[in-house]
């Protein structure tokens, strides 16, 4: 009878570790992925950081409000110099410029020939001189090309507050921009608190990609604005000629013509001759009644000549003034 030996098959002495090594390789790859799974939805979800690096460059348009465009380069010269001198004291280089004698920022030329292409695209290009009024003036020196900037000047402005970003297509996105008024002092709560003002005007700013990343194409009017109601209306800040000029400037009461002094004298002086004329037209008219009552037209005549003595009387010391 043949009796068979069985004999325990060997262990290798290195499964466990290597099956240790890949479940710790499995964890590790599980937990990574869910992370990079959470991650990638809390950016979808939650775009404030994209929305903060558009409201940083769109700052110097926003500023000054500008009119709606189809094209950066529909817009006039100054304006686009105006942007392209703020983008640019605004940016990474602002710590380099000098100041002249005049507390005015001197940026050269050059550097706001690249902003204006960053921020509107490369097919805009730059007419530089001198530009602005008395109080607000950007002076264009030729001799260092460079500009002379009133930084001081810039107080009390709007400030970017990005609602929405959609995405149209590949290379195009709008974004519902808010227009943030300035705070004051009405914006303090009952305990002293300053709150976080509301934007109250909207617009849609429409981006384009190219080469150097996204830059301003297109500002439009809000679809529906003139429908909407609360935040979404645009401020109705016009005049729609109700009322006087002194009604919305106080300080111009005394230009109005309607009240002028000087016009006092001569409009009361046009009265009282415009009732004596019509005291004379009266007085022929009923002398030459067919009741032939001439004692009243006589009466009426001496009525009608007394406005003219009181105008006469009245309008003399005007004269010996």
């Known amino acids: 009878m043949d009796h068979s030996v069985f004999r325990p098959g060997r262990r290798n002495r290195y499964a466990a570790p290597i099956g240790g090594v890949f479940i710790i390789l499995c964890f590790v ?23 903060q690096e558009y409201e940083r460059m769109l700052l110097p348009v926003v500023i000054f409000d500008p009119v709606p465009f189809e094209n ?5 010269n100054a304006s686009l110099l105006q942007y392209s001198i703020w983008a640019t004291a605004l940016g990474e280089k ?4 000098e100041y002249d004698d005049n507390n005015m920022m001197v940026i050269p030329a050059s550097d706001i020939d690249v902003t204006a ?22 002076l264009y020196d030729e001799e260092i090309r460079s500009y002379h900037v009133p930084i001081i000047t810039m107080t009390g402005f709007a400030t970017p507050k990005v609602e ?67 935040v979404d209306a645009m401020p109705d800040i016009g005049w729609d000629g109700g009322g006087s000029v002194s009604d919305m400037v106080p300080e111009l009461a005394g230009s109005n013509p309607e ?41 009426d005549a001496g009525e009608g000549e007394s406005p003219e003595e009181d105008s006469s009387q009245e309008s003399a010391p005007e004269m010996q003034g």
């Open 94 to 97: 602002r710590e380099q410029y």
């Open 164 to 230: 929405e970003i959609n995405k149209t297509s590949g290379d195009v996105i709008e974004l519902k921009m808010g227009y943030v008024p300035p705070s004051t002092i009405l914006d303090l709560d009952a305990s002293g608190d300053m709150g976080t003002p509301e934007p109250q005007k909207y617009m849609i700013y429409e981006l384009h990609r190219g080469k150097n990343g996204w830059y301003l194409y297109a500002i439009k009017d809000l679809p529906g604005a003139d429908l909407l109601g609360g």
């Open 259 to 299: 009240s002028l002094p000087g016009d006092t004298a001569p409009e009361d002086g046009s009265s009282d001759g415009g009732s004596s004329a019509e005291g004379e037209e009266e007085a022929p008219g009923e002398g030459e009644d067919e009741d032939g009552e001439g004692g009243e037209s006589s009466d």
């Open 72 to 76: 950066p380069v529909n817009i006039d």
């Open 117 to 138: 292409q960053r921020l509107f695209g490369p097919d805009v290009r730059l007419e530089h001189r001198s530009f602005g009024d008395l109080e607000d003036s950007y």
């Open 29 to 51: 790859g599980f937990f990574t992925v869910a992370s990079f799974c959470l991650s990638t939805t809390k950016n979808l979800l939650d775009n404030s950081k994209r929305k």
